[in-house]
């Protein structure tokens, strides 16, 4: 057996520019686990160069074997005096086994240890070759690519993100016959569109990269291609002395459309810096794909960079033609600025009435007025100024009817924010308006004020108890109305601002708020399972900050009402965990709940001293009867930590006891009263967490 690098190219047109990057990164991790798999590759080679660009996927692996490793196998039949009678005759047991075989009765084994002896076969199973192996290979990686929707082309049956055009299949310098989506392998690829003469032909699988570029023009790595982009939008913002922000997304995005990058200084009308530059980034960051530029001072600059796919003879027209196009774009967002300062914010409210929320739940009118209520009653728990809070919940949504959100959705909230400023709001409000949509996505910022924290989380929880109540809870992979991370968001908001409500009252009081504005009932059970699905985000919120599983679900079998107390519940346990005392602590806790889960019956965690006979037992009374009141005081008033701290004195009382005392005596009392001791010290642990699920 040899081994020779292995190239896989798939051509088509060109690919989702958001998607690329995952795209890539799964092509390249399904065909390394199916190359592994069929053991064509080891562990220790599992590393590979990967290509994507706008019109391909590629993976290039440097040693791949050519053929399968032999392979000896053996199987174990039934034993000896199961597969002969006393005669001697194969028993029905032994035919069966040698028909699996192939082979007769008389061409099996016996394979014999000092536990016994049975029938065997060892079969020697002829790898396969990597020609038959690879296509398969390919085949299963597409499947299994992350595409919401495929599509056909053609009269083909075959489907895939975009019409495949080429198939590339090489192992060294010699091609692979396989045929992947209709489409037979060859050693020939294509460059770019208008830079090269087409297609390019392949002597080696090693030839790939280089090929590529100088001959086709294409940048084929991914990344090399993004370091080139950088580098070049860097040149050019320091020609006019500004800087790029930070944008990844718009990085990756810009990459996954060109092939061969070259980046472009261009400029607008500074009279367009008059309009918020929140609508002039969109304008070129969202429509454009264009890196916007920022001053020493972090004010926007009359400057733009385009990235080109094609290295122009005139730069200049490449230049003026991007400029033209914003230039309307600009003048767009400009009119519309223009137009929505002739309307107050407030004189849009009755027409959210004509935009439809939710056939069962009413319009976007509804919904603010429901989101002013709850926004109200959160305000007054959390200290907030109830006035203001219930004016931003008012409205929130009111900019949604705006020209400027209606060309450019991704400035809602912002936009309202501008006009209740211009409208003369409190500045308060205009926070509320933008921050209640906060946090956007994963790791984005949280409302500032506890005004905009009371609009946003009732922003939130009406739109979650609402469309739960409608029937609208999201199931397996689909959450069409995004209420996982509403759930997470209300979690965060809870959590990380340190506000102490509880979930059982906010859902209470958003389903009451429903039946009063519309008379939408959202029954106990339909609550229930709205706090248990909020509650089920914490796990993935923790497993996040590199919590322990054991320890989250330790604290989640309490099933604390408040997130915050959650919070502190887990700091603590996960502290306590670290403690020389913890593992036998943590150890006796699972013998006293493996103790109680078989007892039929309640156990009572009354305990009678007199019939405590044994030394250890009335120990273990004593030590818990001394800290239990000092516990119980420190646990009401979520000090954890300390209350942990009393709690691991037990460790010596505990241990004696299940040294010296028999638990399940012969004396029914004295049996009934060890397993109360035993539920009395249970009872004051799990006022933090059911500790025994932090044994692993």
Known sequence: MSTEPLLIELGTEELPPKALKK????????????????ELIDEKQLQASSFATPRRLAILIPEVLDKQPDQTIERRGPAIQAAFKDDGEATPAAQGFAKSCGVEVADLERYKTDKGEWLSYTLEQVGKSTNDLVPAIIDQALKRLPIAKRMRWGDSSAEFVRPVKWLIVMQGDKVIPATVLNIQSSNTTRGHRFHSAGELTLKNATDYERLLEEDGKVIASFTKRQEQIKTQIETEAKKVK?????????????TALVEHPTAILGEFDAEFLSVPQECLISSMRDHQKYFHLLDSNGKLMANFIT????????PNRVKEGNERVLRARLADAKFFWQTDQKQKLESRIDKLSNVLFHVKLGSLFDKSQRIKTLAGIIAKQINADKRIAERGALLSKADLVSDMVNEFDELQGVMGHYYADLDGEDKLIGECIEQHYWPKFAGDQLPTSVEAQAVALADKLDSLVGLFGAGESSTGDKDPYALRRAALSILRILIEKQ???NLSELVAKSAKVFAQHQSFKIDQTAQSQIIDFIRS???SYYQNQKIATNTIHAVMACKPDSPLDFENRLKAVNEFGKTDEANDLVAANKRISNILKKQKGEVSDSVDQSVLVEEAEKQLNIAIDKIQEDCVSLFDKGDYNLGLTKLATLHTPVDDFFENVMVMSEDPKQQANRLALLKKMQLLFLRVADISLLQS
């Open 537 to 539: 985000r914490l796990m």
């Open 307 to 314: 990235v080109s796919n094609i290295q122009s003879k005139n």
């Open 242 to 254: 500004g800087k790029i922000e930070a944008d990844q997304a718009l990085l990756d995005e810009v």
């Open 499 to 501: 506000l102490p409500l």
């Open 23 to 38: 795209l890539s990164e799964a092509f390249t991790k399904e065909i390394l686990s199916g190359l592994l798999e069929v």
